[in-house]
C-alpha cells in the first residue's frame, strides 16, 4: 500500500528578489502528520520559501504544488493552508476569541464574513482551538493585553479555527524567550500529531531537532539537507 | 588594545585633553568591555571612546558650514521677507487702528445696552439653537458614513483602483476647500431657505474633509492583520472589515466627533444666509441692533457649544 501524496510539493521553486537573495532550485514534500523545520542563517530564503508555500507569492520558475494542485495565482486564500507570521498579526483591540473567529472567514458566505454573523459551530470551533493552545480562560481578553508568547498562540489558534490540513510559520518563535518558545512548539507538535503537515522556519537548530520530525537546511536560497522526501521532484 | 590605538591621533586639544596619556576619552567603561565591543569599521567606532580628533574636525567643518553665504543668505533674507509680507497684508487687510480707537466707544454702549439681556424669547432661541445641532449631526453623520467607501478608495495601498485615487483625492480637496457656509450659500438657491440647505452644505464640506482624513489615518495602518486573514482564505472586504475596522473604528469616530464639534460652531452662521438654525436670530438682532436680545442669543450658543465640546471631548477620550 502506498503512502497518501504529500500535501505540499516543491519542484524546481525559484524565486529571486532584486537585492539578489531568495530561493532556486528547492525540491522539498512534505505530508500530512509531518513536522518539517526550515532552518539556516538569516536570508537563506526561509521566509521567501514559506511564502510561496503560502501563495503569497508566486514561484518564478518551477512549481509548487498543494494537494495535487496548482495554486490559482498568488494571494488567493485557501483554508486548507493556514498561515502563522513571525509577528502574530492580530487585531490588538478585539479580544482573543473575536481574533480566532476571525479564522473562520474563509468558511463563511460573503455577506455573513463582511457582517461576522459566526454560528455556533464557528465559535464552538474557535474556543476549542484556544482551548488547544492553553488560552481558553483568556478568550475574552483583549489580544493587546496578552504576552507576546500569548499572542502568538491566540495567532496559532486563529489558524486551527481555519480547520487547516497545512500549517505554516515563520519564525514563529524567533521573539520569544525560551519557555514561550517551548510552548508554541509543543503546539506545533501537537498539531502534526492530530495529522497536519507543518512547516516552521526556525534559527534555532536544537528547538529544530527536538520538536521535528526532518529538518531542511538552507543556505544562500538553496537546500543543503533534508530536501525532497517523498515523490518530489 | 594597541590595533585599536593605531586609528587615534598623536594629540587632540579638547575632549580628549583631559585624559591623562592618550587623545582618546573614555567614557566610563571599562577598559575590558570596551576592547571589541563597538569596534565596526577599522579602529573608527569605538564604543564608549570618543576620538578627539574627528570631533575638532567636525567642528572645523560645522564652524564651515555656518560661513556659507548660502546659509548666511537664508538667516538674514528669511526674516526680512516675512517681515515684508506682514507689512504688504498689514495694508491688504486695510488695518486701521485710529478707526478701531473711534468703534471700541460704540462697541462698550452696545455692551452696557445689552444688559439685562433679554431672555422673553428664551424658547425660541433654544429651538433654533436645538436646530443648528441637528444640522450639525444630520451634515457630519451622513458626511462621515459617505466617507467610509471615499476613504477606501482614495487611500494609498488599499484602494482597489489605484487610477481613481488621485483624481478622488482631488475631488475630495475641492469639497473641503469649500466652506460649509459658501455650499448653504449655493443650496439656498437651489433647495430654498431654511435648516435642510445648511445640513446640505454641512454635508458637502465635511465628506471632503472626512474622507482625507479617514484616508490618511488608512494609509497609516500596517496592512499585515489583512494580509493574515486574506491568506486564511478571507476576501478581501472581510478581511479588511475584521483586521482593520476594529483598529480604525475607534480612531475614525474620534474624527467625526472633532468635526462634529466643529461643525456646530460654523452652523451657528449659517441662518445669516437663511439656512435655518440660531444664525438667523442672530443676524436679526444685529439688523434691529437690538443688543439684550443678542447677550441671550449669545448666551445660548456658548451653553450649547461648551455642552456639546466636552460631551464629545468625553467621548473621544473614553474612544482612545
Redesign the interface.
Given at each position: 500500500m502506498s503512502a497518501p501524496a504529500p500535501a505540499l510539493v516543491l519542484r524546481g521553486a525559484t524565486r529571486r528578489h532584486p537585492g539578489g537573495r531568495g530561493v532556486a532550485d528547492v525540491d522539498l514534500a512534505v505530508r500530512e502528520g509531518e513536522f518539517v523545520a526550515l532552518v539556516g542563517p538569516s536570508g537563506a530564503g526561509k521566509t521567501t520559501l514559506l511564502r510561496l508555500m503560502?501563495?503569497?507569492d508566486a514561484p518564478h520558475a518551477g512549481e509548487v504544488r498543494r494537494f495535487g494542485e496548482t495554486p490559482r495565482g498568488p494571494?488567493r486564500?485557501?483554508?486548507r493552508?493556514?498561515?502563522v507570521?513571525q509577528?502574530p498579526?492580530?487585531?490588538?483591540?478585539?479580544d482573543a476569541l473575536?481574533n480566532v473567529l476571525?479564522?473562520r472567514?474563509?468558511?463563511?458566505p460573503?455577506w455573513r464574513?463582511?457582517l461576522?454573523a459566526f454560528d455556533d459551530g464557528d465559535r464552538r470551533l474557535a474556543l476549542a482551538s484556544l482551548a488547544k493552545v492553553g488560552l481558553l480562560d483568556r478568550a475574552g481578553d483583549r489580544a493587546d493585553r496578552l504576552s507576546g508568547g500569548e499572542q502568538q498562540r491566540v495567532?496559532i489558534a486563529?489558524?486551527l479555527a481555519?480547520a487547516?490540513r497545512v500549517l505554516l510559520a515563520d519564525e514563529p518563535v524567533a521573539s520569544l524567550d525560551p519557555d514561550n518558545a517551548r510552548a508554541v512548539l509543543a503546539v506545533l507538535r501537537a498539531c502534526a500529531d492530530d495529522g497536519l503537515a507543518v512547516v516552521a522556519s526556525l534559527h534555532q537548530p536544537e528547538l529544530a531537532r527536538a520538536y521535528c520530525d526532518r529538518v531542511v537546511a538552507l543556505r544562500d536560497g538553496r537546500v543543503e539537507a533534508g530536501g525532497a522526501e517523498g515523490e518530489a521532484a | 588594545m594597541g590595533e585599536r590605538d593605531e586609528g587615534a591621533p598623536a594629540d587632540g586639544p579638547g575632549i580628549g585633553a583631559g585624559r591623562a596619556g592618550g587623545p582618546c576619552v573614555d567614557l566610563r567603561r571599562p577598559a575590558a568591555d570596551r576592547v571589541d565591543a563597538g569596534r565596526v569599521d577599522a579602529g573608527r567606532v569605538d564604543a564608549g571612546r570618543v576620538d578627539a580628533g574627528r570631533v575638532d574636525a567636525a567642528l572645523a567643518a560645522d564652524r564651515e558650514r555656518r560661513r556659507d553665504p548660502r546659509a548666511m543668505v537664508a538667516r538674514v533674507a528669511l526674516p526680512l521677507v516675512l517681515a515684508l509680507a506682514f507689512a504688504v497684508a498689514w495694508h491688504v487687510a486695510g488695518v486701521d487702528l485710529g478707526r478701531l480707537a473711534a468703534g471700541l466707544p460704540k462697541i462698550g454702549h452696545w455692551l452696557a445696552q445689552a444688559w439685562p439681556p433679554d431672555v422673553r424669547e428664551l424658547p425660541v432661541f433654544v429651538l433654533r439653537m436645538g436646530e443648528t445641532v441637528a444640522v450639525a449631526f444630520v451634515g457630519t453623520a451622513v458626511a462621515a458614513l459617505a466617507a467610509v467607501p471615499a476613504a477606501l478608495l482614495a487611500a494609498r495601498g488599499v484602494t482597489p483602483m489605484p487610477r481613481l485615487r488621485v483624481p478622488l483625492r482631488w475631488v475630495l480637496n475641492a469639497f473641503r476647500g469649500i466652506d460649509a457656509f459658501v455650499f448653504a450659500l449655493i443650496l439656498v438657491a437651489a433647495v430654498g431657505l431654511g435648516p435642510f440647505a445648511g445640513a446640505l452644505g454641512v454635508m458637502l464640506h465635511t465628506w471632503g474633509s472626512c474622507a482625507k482624513l479617514f484616508a490618511d489615518q488608512l494609509e497609516t495602518m500596517p496592512l499585515e492583520t489583512a494580509e493574515a486573514l486574506q491568506a486564511g482564505g478571507a476576501g478581501r472586504i472581510a478581511a479588511f472589515r475584521h483586521a482593520l475596522l476594529p483598529e480604525l473604528g475607534p480612531a475614525w469616530a474620534s474624527s467625526a466627533l472633532y468635526l462634529f464639534e466643529f461643525n456646530v460652531r460654523a452652523s451657528t452662521v449659517l441662518g445669516v444666509v437663511g439656512a435655518g438654525g440660531i444664525g438667523q436670530e442672530l443676524k436679526a438682532s444685529m439688523d434691529l441692533l437690538d443688543f439684550a436680545r443678542l447677550a441671550t442669543i449669545l448666551a445660548v450658543i456658548l451653553v450649547a457649544v461648551t455642552a456639546i465640546d466636552t460631551a464629545s471631548a468625553w467621548l473621544r477620550r473614553r474612544l482612545a
Amino acid at each position: 500500500m502506498s503512502a497518501p501524496a504529500p500535501a505540499l510539493v516543491l519542484r524546481g521553486a525559484t524565486r529571486r528578489h532584486p537585492g539578489g537573495r531568495g530561493v532556486a532550485d528547492v525540491d522539498l514534500a512534505v505530508r500530512e502528520g509531518e513536522f518539517v523545520a526550515l532552518v539556516g542563517p538569516s536570508g537563506a530564503g526561509k521566509t521567501t520559501l514559506l511564502r510561496l508555500m503560502a501563495s503569497l507569492d508566486a514561484p518564478h520558475a518551477g512549481e509548487v504544488r498543494r494537494f495535487g494542485e496548482t495554486p490559482r495565482g498568488p494571494r488567493r486564500g485557501d483554508t486548507r493552508v493556514a498561515v502563522v507570521f513571525q509577528r502574530p498579526r492580530l487585531v490588538g483591540r478585539a479580544d482573543a476569541l473575536a481574533n480566532v473567529l476571525a479564522g473562520r472567514l474563509g468558511h463563511l458566505p460573503r455577506w455573513r464574513a463582511l457582517l461576522g454573523a459566526f454560528d455556533d459551530g464557528d465559535r464552538r470551533l474557535a474556543l476549542a482551538s484556544l482551548a488547544k493552545v492553553g488560552l481558553l480562560d483568556r478568550a475574552g481578553d483583549r489580544a493587546d493585553r496578552l504576552s507576546g508568547g500569548e499572542q502568538q498562540r491566540v495567532a496559532i489558534a486563529r489558524a486551527l479555527a481555519q480547520a487547516p490540513r497545512v500549517l505554516l510559520a515563520d519564525e514563529p518563535v524567533a521573539s520569544l524567550d525560551p519557555d514561550n518558545a517551548r510552548a508554541v512548539l509543543a503546539v506545533l507538535r501537537a498539531c502534526a500529531d492530530d495529522g497536519l503537515a507543518v512547516v516552521a522556519s526556525l534559527h534555532q537548530p536544537e528547538l529544530a531537532r527536538a520538536y521535528c520530525d526532518r529538518v531542511v537546511a538552507l543556505r544562500d536560497g538553496r537546500v543543503e539537507a533534508g530536501g525532497a522526501e517523498g515523490e518530489a521532484a | 588594545m594597541g590595533e585599536r590605538d593605531e586609528g587615534a591621533p598623536a594629540d587632540g586639544p579638547g575632549i580628549g585633553a583631559g585624559r591623562a596619556g592618550g587623545p582618546c576619552v573614555d567614557l566610563r567603561r571599562p577598559a575590558a568591555d570596551r576592547v571589541d565591543a563597538g569596534r565596526v569599521d577599522a579602529g573608527r567606532v569605538d564604543a564608549g571612546r570618543v576620538d578627539a580628533g574627528r570631533v575638532d574636525a567636525a567642528l572645523a567643518a560645522d564652524r564651515e558650514r555656518r560661513r556659507d553665504p548660502r546659509a548666511m543668505v537664508a538667516r538674514v533674507a528669511l526674516p526680512l521677507v516675512l517681515a515684508l509680507a506682514f507689512a504688504v497684508a498689514w495694508h491688504v487687510a486695510g488695518v486701521d487702528l485710529g478707526r478701531l480707537a473711534a468703534g471700541l466707544p460704540k462697541i462698550g454702549h452696545w455692551l452696557a445696552q445689552a444688559w439685562p439681556p433679554d431672555v422673553r424669547e428664551l424658547p425660541v432661541f433654544v429651538l433654533r439653537m436645538g436646530e443648528t445641532v441637528a444640522v450639525a449631526f444630520v451634515g457630519t453623520a451622513v458626511a462621515a458614513l459617505a466617507a467610509v467607501p471615499a476613504a477606501l478608495l482614495a487611500a494609498r495601498g488599499v484602494t482597489p483602483m489605484p487610477r481613481l485615487r488621485v483624481p478622488l483625492r482631488w475631488v475630495l480637496n475641492a469639497f473641503r476647500g469649500i466652506d460649509a457656509f459658501v455650499f448653504a450659500l449655493i443650496l439656498v438657491a437651489a433647495v430654498g431657505l431654511g435648516p435642510f440647505a445648511g445640513a446640505l452644505g454641512v454635508m458637502l464640506h465635511t465628506w471632503g474633509s472626512c474622507a482625507k482624513l479617514f484616508a490618511d489615518q488608512l494609509e497609516t495602518m500596517p496592512l499585515e492583520t489583512a494580509e493574515a486573514l486574506q491568506a486564511g482564505g478571507a476576501g478581501r472586504i472581510a478581511a479588511f472589515r475584521h483586521a482593520l475596522l476594529p483598529e480604525l473604528g475607534p480612531a475614525w469616530a474620534s474624527s467625526a466627533l472633532y468635526l462634529f464639534e466643529f461643525n456646530v460652531r460654523a452652523s451657528t452662521v449659517l441662518g445669516v444666509v437663511g439656512a435655518g438654525g440660531i444664525g438667523q436670530e442672530l443676524k436679526a438682532s444685529m439688523d434691529l441692533l437690538d443688543f439684550a436680545r443678542l447677550a441671550t442669543i449669545l448666551a445660548v450658543i456658548l451653553v450649547a457649544v461648551t455642552a456639546i465640546d466636552t460631551a464629545s471631548a468625553w467621548l473621544r477620550r473614553r474612544l482612545a
